[in-house]
């Protein structure tokens, strides 16, 4: 978020007129939309699911970077099959795991998986921490299969009082 911020002041004057943050990348989109060197004046944050598994998230961190790590590997071959389980948690389809594994990073590594998962996982501690933003214009977009959301859209309406919010089918 630091590094983004520093960005938007150097390249952007200070400001920009939307943040689109998608997935894992809200992560850093809070902490930047409250950093006072920047203004962001418009925020949609696409599928910000609350992942913490509270006493969990230790577990996780410990096991599943070598799983994903091994799955981002296999699901480069053609007749990989996404785990049922996956599918699920993710919300998509094996059509929609085969577009992601073609837009996938060919020199991904363990150690990039884990600190995702740990920005992930931890996410909304940080946003707990933050200030309310009262006339902050905040969007949050999600589809309706992400189980996530209902615990995110709390913690970001404490956030950004004003937020809107839209749900999309299937």
Known sequence: ADLLAEYIKNKCD???DCLF???LGCCPAPLMKNNITIR???MILSGAEC???GIF???LLKIMPKKQYKIVQNY???D????NYLLKLTGQTQEGIKKLSEATSDNI????IRETWKAGLYLYRTVDTLSVQPDAKVSCWYGEKESGMKKAIKKLRRLYPMLTICCFKG
Request: glycine letters at 8%; charged letters at 25%; proline letters at 8%.
């Open 40 to 42: 962001i004046e418009n």
């Open 57 to 59: 998230n230790g577990l």
């Open 51 to 53: 992942l913490d598994c």
């Open 80 to 83: 990989y099959r996404f785990p």
């Open 14 to 16: 200070g400001r920009i």
């Open 76 to 78: 480069k071959t053609p």
């Open 21 to 23: 943050a998608e997935s």
């Open 109 to 112: 590594s363990i150690e990039s």
